[in-house]
């Protein structure tokens, strides 16, 4: 079943400005992942953070985890029209096999 | 190059009629998935496999069905019991490690006739 559920559903912005997506789950993981995924396309992993880690960066990217509220973000500054896609983010559990699961992710819109 | 080939990218089945659907990957992976999408959804799974030769039901495993007799190779049919099967299908590869990410091919957009 689908763990996640993520906020908003949509989202559109200026290119430069920054934009946060975030993301809810239900149960205790092991790490959390984002992808992102181009119309028609497959999707290409961007970062992971374990559950013990609260913040992780990489390039634009700015991913933070707070286990407490099951929650993350991820925050991408300075977009650029080439961001526009969905994301989605995908939890792996402890147990078990390495399996994701994932949220119904955002739709961002970056207008040039 | 590494990496994952669906194919075809467009399919359409007649009613009644079984299809594969081929996923093929070179990265030397041991775990191999299948997930359906459908418009404006999150990807839900249909089968795994861990190992060649084992396979498991994912979350929404009826109407399907998978082999795995190679490392390389993950093919999903989808039977005439699956009723409602017009969505996009994606294959993903990883290792066994937790913390290393999925691969993904580029789907294979599957309709009805």
């Known amino acids: 079943s689908q763990q996640g559920e993520e906020d908003p559903q949509a989202l559109s912005i200026q290119e430069g400005e920054n934009a946060t997506m975030n993301c809810s789950y239900k149960?205790?993981?092991?790490?959390l992942q984002w992808y992102r995924q181009n119309s028609g396309r497959g999707l290409v992993h961007l970062i992971l953070?374990?559950?013990?880690?609260r913040e992780k960066h990489s390039g634009r990217l700015r991913v933070t985890l707070d286990t407490s509220k099951k929650s993350s973000s991820l925050l991408i500054t300075a977009s650029r029209a080439a961001d526009t896609a969905s994301y989605f983010c995908?939890?792996?559990?402890?147990?078990?096999?390495?399996?994701?699961?994932f949220g119904t992710g955002t739709r961002l819109t970056v207008i040039p | 190059d590494g990496g994952i080939t669906q194919s075809p990218k467009y399919l359409f089945r007649k009613e009644g009629q079984n299809v594969t659907l081929s996923c093929e990957q070179n990265?030397?992976?041991?775990?191999m998935y299948w997930y359906r999408q459908d418009p404006g959804q999150g990807l839900r799974l249909i089968y795994y496999?861990?190992?060649?030769?084992?396979?498991q039901k994912g979350d929404i495993a009826e109407g399907y069905s998978v082999s795995r007799e190679k490392k390389e190779s993950f093919p999903l049919t989808v039977t005439s019991a699956q009723k409602n099967p017009t969505a996009f299908y994606l294959c993903?590869?990883?290792?066994?490690?937790?913390?290393?990410?999925?691969?993904f091919g580029d789907g294979t957009r599957l309709s009805i006739l």
């Open positions: 993903a590869s990883s290792t066994r490690d937790r913390f290393q990410p999925q691969h």
């Open positions: 149960t205790s993981i092991n790490n």
């Open positions: 953070i374990r559950s013990n880690e």
């Open positions: 995908a939890t792996v559990t402890f147990t078990g096999a390495n399996n994701l699961f």
């Open positions: 990265l030397n992976h041991d775990a």
């Open positions: 496999s861990q190992i060649v030769n084992d396979f």
